[in-house]
Nanobody, 116 residues
Framework: QVQLVESGGGLVQPGGSLRLSCAAS???????MTWYRQAPGKERESVASITSITFGGRTNYADSVKGRFTISRDNAKNTVYLQMNSLKPEDTAVYYC????????WGQGTQVTVSS
């Protein structure tokens, strides 16, 4: 079973940037990988996905983050990234990664807090 470890979160002011990393313990090169987030009192939602290189590494974003977030992957490092720019208070959440269908065990996530 692949283990996922998210990192890179923190406290940032509105308008700031963060880069999240998701390190997998095994190969994820054939998987469509997705970043999710869960804010307090809300359901987990997907924010960005990236297909495998086999399918062109195509990306997809939730409307709420389009133009501000960028997902990428490094298959050699079994790592997926989420570059977050122009952060807003409503981006505050715990961020997780997993496959599009959530087949791996969920990691602990990384907390992102956007506040002045």
């Amino acid at each position: 079973q692949v283990q996922l470890v998210e990192s890179g979160g923190g406290l940032v002011q509105p308008g700031g940037s963060l880069r999240l990393s998701c390190a997998a313990s095994g190969s994820i090169r054939l998987n469509t990988m997705t970043w999710y987030r869960q804010a307090p009192g809300k359901e987990r939602e997907s924010v960005a996905s990236i297909t495998s290189i086999t399918f062109g590494g195509r990306t997809n974003y939730a409307d709420s983050v389009k133009g501000r977030f960028t997902i990428s992957r490094d298959n050699a490092k079994n790592t997926v990234y989420l570059q977050m720019n122009s952060l807003k208070p409503e981006d505050t959440a715990v961020y997780y990664c997993n496959t599009l269908s959530g087949i791996f065990s969920w990691g602990q996530g990384t907390q992102v807090t956007v506040s002045s």
